[in-house]
Nanobody
Framework: QVQLIESGGGLVQAGGSLRLSCAASGFIFSRYTIAWFRQAPGTEREFVGAISGSGGNLYYADSVKGRFTISRDNAKMLAYLQMNSLRPEDTAVYYC???????????????WGQGTQVSVTS
């Protein structure tokens, strides 16, 4: 049974940091790109960034480049999203997803977590 479980969300002041984790099970983790998406109320789910199966390739949305960092630990089947210099506009539910290809499109990802809420106050 494939599972992706996000954790680490919460409430933080603008300028602060949070680290989200994505725990995977039920598939060969190292063979999959892991991506992070987010969805604010009333908006479409948007791409945040992705990391290749080996961890050697990274891809970020312009809106988070230089502030967010994605990493992974294949031995532990975990992926991370380190978020620094948070802004109120980063407030959203954050999802991790697994897919065979590195891409910004939702349809490229086969497995999804349930999401974790991140709220940034001004």
């Amino acid at each position: 049974q494939v599972q992706l479980i996000e954790s680490g969300g919460g409430l933080v002041q603008a300028g602060g940091s949070l680290r989200l984790s994505c725990a995977a099970s039920g598939f060969i983790f190292s063979r999959y790109t892991i991506a992070w998406f987010r969805q604010a109320p009333g908006t479409e789910r948007e791409f945040v960034g992705a990391i290749s199966g080996s961890g050697g390739n990274l891809y970020y949305a312009d809106s988070v480049k230089g502030r967010f960092t994605i990493s992974r630990d294949n031995a532990k089947m975990l992926a991370y999203l380190q978020m620094n210099s948070l802004r109120p506009e980063d407030t959203a539910v954050y999802y991790c997803a697994a897919g065979k290809y590195m891409d910004h499109m939702l349809s490229s990802y086969d497995y999804w977590g349930q999401g974790t809420q991140v709220s940034v106050t001004s």
